[in-house]
């Protein structure tokens, strides 16, 4: 019952339409379960059978008692088709209102919900869970409830009717109804988890082509076809397999439901017949039994599957809150402020962070960084520098001591003014559907062109952009032009430009691009970082050198502070991570250095050669 | 008073017919849009003849049962009637029988159809599996330049949604639709031979209500059409809005997003309610259809009888019982029919696109007389070699090179210039138009592709990895490598050493293609992937641009032994790769402009030179900046 108040909450803006609907609902049933007695009235008055005994033997009809009848027969449709009209589209309407609202609900709190709360959740997983769910809930009016309540209207009606004329026969009549509605049921739970076990085996044949068939240049590379061709012949026999399982149970429970509604007729038929010739039935009430049967056959089949669907939307409405009422971390104070004019002095005063309250992350962090200086965390992995860097923009919030920016504590700022203030280059950018333009002026939809290229000149993108067929409009993304690992980067550089961040936090692990892009990826990055407080998860010596200050991390604590010469001398961690993975990099870094030397002595030769 | 009931109008969109009620999903891929085709497309229908064929008995038990039920069903408001008649004459015997045979009549309806329906699951199924093997298998050996055309998604909406369209029409759509044929049929000869005039009373409203639902369909399908394309769009959108959710919370879109996502929000709210309008409006239409065509029936009927004074009564009431019952039953198979219409056009697009997948040519096999070559020496000569996609469009041309053993070729030039074609030939990803690629001194169209591949190590640019374990990853060219092979293949590249520390080593298991790793790693592990069957030939396409500095110290390591004696062919864009190759090919829009080693083409002062130039002098600038910084 609990749930299904909680369901109800959903339809609370729609009761109005509701009441509308079920209204609807009965007189549609109504007018429908009376007409039979229409034709029952048309036919014995309309042509009023002379009786000899128990037998029929002739008519002493009246034509205008029977048009009467039919003309009420046909007003009794009209006002059945209209109720059914309005029973139906209502029903929809509030299902697809409420699931249009809850929807919207759902994007708005999954969209405010921190990191926390993505870290610990599936996207694959949520947003199937939405799609089923919020579709059980927009089917609930339609299919569920008022299906239901139509059905019984109509059951009632016919039933009533049945006993009213004739109570043996009305017996007789709804002997098998209950079996039906029974099997209608078995059927419609039965054959639900066979058909999931067919969606899945559908996904798993589509992720087991698109696995084959994104490496086909591997795959032929080494001749494998034999394979992947056995592979996909497993899948693809099991999802046949399935199918033919979920096909096997309605093919055998459906033509039993109908066989069972048709051999209901004929018994109620054959009885009735029976006291035709007795004297306790007339024709006309036999035909009004055999328009009722006929006219309950139908909602019978569907019985079951109505209260199918109310069970889903039942449980679907549980899982619908759970996301419903999943309530961010980080949380905004009323009396919060906007972070005006900010300067980028950041401070952790120390700051203490941990993901779940046994396992610690970060320890007394403290941290002073003037305004335009560049900071570089190092350290192995695991030693908190993602942390470091989430703790800031608030992805997450500190579990102890306190993070100033401009002097103030994060926590006491609107989180949009704050992450406004913020700009973030990761390694692996997220691209979002659309042109290129929307992409670069992601944060900042209201820039104009004259901006938008500025910031991808600045970011050494425009050229490529420039390129590509579409240019700026160019579609990205899923179903657009695929972007190398540079473009993309340097996308997010311009994008990060036009927001013009005071802060900045830089995931440099790059991978290594071709030495043109990684050129011009350095020389994107030095325009972005000019004038503004950067903190940057350094992997590369060319950056860490860079930097004003290093400091590396070990175990969620500082351990070493400095530039690079002063770390080189104490010989501690950095000396280490220096030594075993940067000073290959030296080498590399040299060997350009010799080349570049060499091929401007080339250069000038060849310009020489040239002139 | 109508027969089908509220469900029915509704249930097409919402998909409640079909199979156990599931939401409509199916066809979320929406790459295709929905394109839809002929109702009947003989071609199609032939093609598919030869698979129905196979299974020939099945196919002929489900006809034969379909119609069996049909009459089974439709024969029975006529024995209504009699049981009527009977009564009235007061003879129970023959009500008994009646209702006997009616009973009859129900148990052979029920039988048939059950049988019917597991036949039809069991050869649909079949086919399903039989033209997805089928299609899967021949896209396989399809040439490169087919993936280049068509994106994966595209194949595999082809080889799922297309594939079930036309299962769903020969396991539910086509029977179904046959079986109502049959049914409407019935109804008119027994309505017919029972009373032909009131029969022409009773169908008089049938091509009004036809034409009323054929307008109907047309609006329908597009309402209906709406509602898919606004659905996937905004599920596409939420999907993105989640999975990108650190992305738009750091850049504090979260208002602009959820404006966005109102919008298709109410688009598909909209739609949705437009097609419930649709969906319902059409019942008061069948309603009064088919109260009129009762009361016709009972008007014209009954006129009749009153008319003509003294009539047999007993027949009069069957008719009238019979026709009734009749009429509930009979604007049944009409609606679905007219609802089934979209299905039929849907499955012939479907079946249109199956087939244009299994009639690309293009396909690459071996030649029945095709060679198996025990070992190669690895003299590789391209032998003028022109290649193109389209016709007029060339790609490479005349491109003659001859390659000793062991020797190592470099291949630069600008993109596009086709470095990368070249290396695909080689391995036969695609056949070349013109001229031939001999491998010592023999035709590679003439060997079997199995032979050749396997003295051959290819590592592509983007590290392409399968879902299973680090091992059967390693050996997927040569599944019967030992254990010991697999690692000394790891070792030489320099993969053994973090494979040992993963969670199980070889065993550990690859989640999403190898996302649990690093690029480094995924491209170590191909590494070894492609020299585990110690190859004589070996194709390097950019395989170290996308490693991290550490890993690609240790690849140029594995490099030097691994390019030793055997013949390899490198498109690198890294300096140190070029100049330690023995010849440099430079290549310019298809053609071999300039072969040397480093030093001869720097000093020779032509296209290398000049590329030379413009990448490195540009990273001059650069670099003397830095020096003045760190200075």
């Given amino acids: 019952m609990r749930h299904l108040i909680r369901l109800s909450a959903f339809y609370g803006p729609y009761r109005g339409q509701l009441s509308l609907a079920a209204f609807s609902v009965f007189a549609a049933g109504a007018f429908g379960m009376l007409s039979p007695l229409l034709v029952n009235y048309a036919v014995e008055y309309g042509l009023n059978p002379q009786y000899e005994g128990d037998r029929i033997v002739g008519i002493d009809g009246d034509s205008k008692l029977l048009l009467f009848g039919c003309v009420g027969i046909i007003l009794f449709a009209v006002g059945r088709g209209l109720a059914g009209f309005g029973q139906q589209y209502l029903a929809q309407k509030v299902g697809q209102d409420a699931s249009y609202d809850i929807r919207n609900a759902l994007f708005d709190n999954l969209q405010s919900l921190s990191y926390a709360y993505h870290d610990s959740i599936q996207t694959g997983h949520v947003m199937s869970r939405i799609t089923q769910d919020v579709e059980s809930v927009r089917m609930f009016p339609a299919m569920g409830l008022l299906r239901l309540l139509y059905i019984l209207v109509m059951l009632l009606i016919a039933a009533g009717g049945m006993f009213w004329l004739n109570w043996q026969l009305a017996l007789v009549s709804l002997v098998t109804l209950p079996f039906m509605a029974w099997r209608s049921y078995v059927l419609s739970v039965r054959v639900r988890p066979l058909w999931t076990k067919v969606q899945e085996v559908i996904a798993e044949i589509t992720r087991t082509a698109e696995e084959a068939l994104s490496g086909i240049r591997v795959v032929k590379a080494f001749s494998r076809e034999d394979l992947e061709s056995e592979r996909f012949a497993a899948v693809s026999q099991q999802s046949a397999d399935y199918n033919y399982e979920a096909a096997k149970v309605s093919a055998i429970n459906q033509p039993l439901i109908v066989g069972l509604g048709s051999l209901q007729i004929a018994i109620s038929m054959g009885f009735g017949a029976w006291q035709i010739t007795q004297g306790q039935l007339t024709a006309a009430e036999l035909l009004t039994f055999a328009l009722w049967l006929s006219l309950l056959q139908l909602p019978i089949r569907q019985l079951g599957f109505s209260i199918n669907w109310i069970m889903r939307a039942v449980s679907s409405s549980e899982r619908i809150f759970e996301l419903l009422d999943a309530r961010t971390a980080v949380k905004v104070k009323t009396d919060a402020v906007d972070l005006t004019d900010c300067e980028g002095r950041v401070g952790f005063e120390g700051v203490g962070f941990g993901y779940d309250s046994v396992s610690p992350v970060l320890h007394d962090v403290d941290l002073d960084i003037a305004p335009g200086k560049v900071i570089a965390l190092l350290g192995p992995p695991g030693s908190g520098k993602s942390t470091i860097v989430n703790l800031i923009p608030r992805f997450y919030d ?9 002097g103030q504590d994060v926590r006491d700022l609107t989180l949009t003014s704050l992450r406004r203030a913020i700009g973030i280059v990761q390694q692996d950018v997220f691209l979002f559907v659309g042109s290129v333009r929307e992409n670069i002026a992601y944060a900042r939809p209201t820039a104009n062109q004259e901006e938008i290229i500025a910031a991808a000149k600045a970011a050494r993108i425009h050229d490529f952009i420039m390129t590509m067929p579409g240019g700026y409009d160019e579609w990205v993304g899923e179903r657009g032009v695929t972007l190398s690992g540079g473009q993309k980067q340097r996308i997010a550089i311009a994008r990060t430009l036009l927001m013009d961040p005071r802060i900045l936090i830089l995931d440099d692990s790059t991978a290594s691009v071709d030495m043109h892009t990684e050129f011009l990826i350095q020389q994107a990055l030095a325009a972005l970082m000019k004038g503004r407080t950067t903190f940057v998860i350094a992997q590369r010596l060319r950056t860490i050198m860079g930097a004003d ?22 010989a501690g961690l950095y000396r280490r991570i220096y030594e075993l993975e940067l000073k290959d990099q030296e080498e590399a870094l040299g060997r350009e250095i010799d080349a570049a030397v060499e091929s401007e002595a080339g250069g000038a030769s060849g310009a020489e050669a040239g002139s | 008073m109508m027969s089908g009931g509220i469900a029915g109008a509704g249930g097409w969109s919402q998909g409640i017919g079909g199979p156990g009620g599931m939401p409509p999903q199916r066809n979320k891929d929406g790459w295709d849009e929905d394109y839809l085709g002929k109702v009947y497309d003989a071609e199609v229908i032939r093609r598919l003849l030869p698979y129905i064929k196979e299974w020939k008995a099945y196919a002929i038990g489900s006809l034969i049962g379909m119609i069996l039920t049909s009459i089974a069903q439709y024969i029975q408001p006529l024995f209504i009637g009699l049981i009527v008649k009977a009564a009235i004459e007061g003879d129970t015997t023959m009500v008994f029988w ?31 599996r039989k033209l997805q093997s089928q299609m899967y298998d021949h896209v396989q050996e399809l040439s490169l330049s087919f993936f280049d055309e068509m994106e994966v998604g595209r194949i595999i909406s082809r080889l799922t949604s297309d594939v079930q369209v036309v299962q769903d029409l020969m396991t539910t759509g086509s029977l179904t639709s046959f079986s109502n044929v049959v049914g409407i049929n019935i109804v008119i000869v027994v309505l017919v031979l029972a009373d032909w005039q009131l029969a022409l009373v009773t169908f008089a409203i049938v091509p009004l209500l036809v034409l009323v639902m054929v307008l109907w369909a047309r609006f329908a399908r597009m309402a209906f059409m709406r509602t898919r394309i606004t659905i996937s769009a905004l599920y596409g959108n939420l999907a993105e809005g989640l999975a990108g959710v650190r992305a738009v919370q750091s850049m504090s879109r979260e208002d602009e997003n959820a404006r966005i996502f109102d919008v298709l929000n109410r688009e598909n709210r909209n739609s949705n309610n437009w097609a419930a309008f649709l969906s319902s409006a059409v019942m008061p239409v069948l309603e009064v259809s088919v109260a009129i065509a009762t009361s016709a029936v009972l008007i014209v009927g009954g006129l009749r009888a009153i008319n003509a004074g003294v009539v047999d009564v007993a027949n009069l009431f069957a008719v009238l019982t019979a026709f009734t019952v009749y009429v509930t039953r009979f604007f049944d198979p009409i609606r679905d029919l007219v609802m089934q219409y979209t299905m039929f056009q849907r499955a012939m697009a479907g079946g249109e696109r199956i087939f244009q997948v299994i009639d690309t040519e293009a396909r690459i096999v071996d030649k029945p007389d095709a060679v198996d070559l025990a070992s190669v020496e690895g003299r590789v000569d391209f032998d003028h070699v022109d290649f193109h996609y389209v016709e007029g469009v060339p790609v490479l041309e005349d491109v003659d090179l001859h390659v000793r053993p062991g020797e190592t070729i470099a291949f630069v ?5 086709g470095k990368t074609t070249i290396t695909s030939l080689v391995s036969r990803g695609y056949d070349v138009t013109a001229g031939a690629i001999r491998i010592d001194g023999r035709d590679i169209r003439d060997i079997k592709r199995r032979s050749l591949t396997r003295h051959m190590g290819v590592v592509l640019q983007q590290p392409y990895l399968f879902t299973g374990s680090v091992g059967a990853n ?26 040992v520390r993963l969670e199980s080593g070889y065993d550990t298991l690859l989640h999403q293609r190898g996302q649990n790793l690093s690029l480094g790693q995924r491209q170590l592990i191909s590494f070894a992937r492609a020299i585990i069957a110690e190859p004589r030939i070996l194709v390097l396409d950019e395989a170290t641009a996308y490693v991290d500095t550490q890993t690609e110290v240790i690849i140029q390591r ?16 890294r300096l140190s790769t ?18 040397g080693d480093h030093d001869e083409l720097l000093a020779a002062g032509g296209v290398y030179a000049n590329l030379y130039r413009m990448t490195y002098a540009q990273r001059n600038s650069e670099l003397g900046e830095e020096q003045a910084i760190r200075a």
């Fill in chain 1, 398 to 406: 500190v579990t102890a001591g306190r993070i100033l920016i401009d």
């Fill in chain 1, 549 to 570: 200050e290093i400091v590396v991390l070990e175990d969620g604590r500082i351990v070493e502070r400095g530039a690079h010469a002063e770390l080189i001398e104490r």
């Fill in chain 2, 98 to 128: 009646f209702s006997f045979a009616m009973v009859a009549a129900a148990v052979v309806q029920t039988v048939s159809q059950i049988l019917q329906q597991l036949w039809t699951a069991w050869f649909g199924t079949r086919i399903l």
């Fill in chain 2, 413 to 417: 030039g600008e993109t596009g210039a």
């Fill in chain 2, 474 to 499: 390693i050996a997927y060219g040569r599944p019967e490598a030992t254990q010991a092979e697999i690692e000394r293949a790891a070792t030489a590249v320099g993969a053994h050493e973090f494979i």
């Fill in chain 2, 558 to 573: 594995a490099l030097r032994e691994l390019l030793k004696d055997r013949t390899s062919f490198v498109i690198a864009h």
């Fill in chain 2, 578 to 595: 070029i100049r330690e190759a023995d010849r440099i090919v430079v290549m310019a829009q298809g053609r071999i402009v300039e072969i």
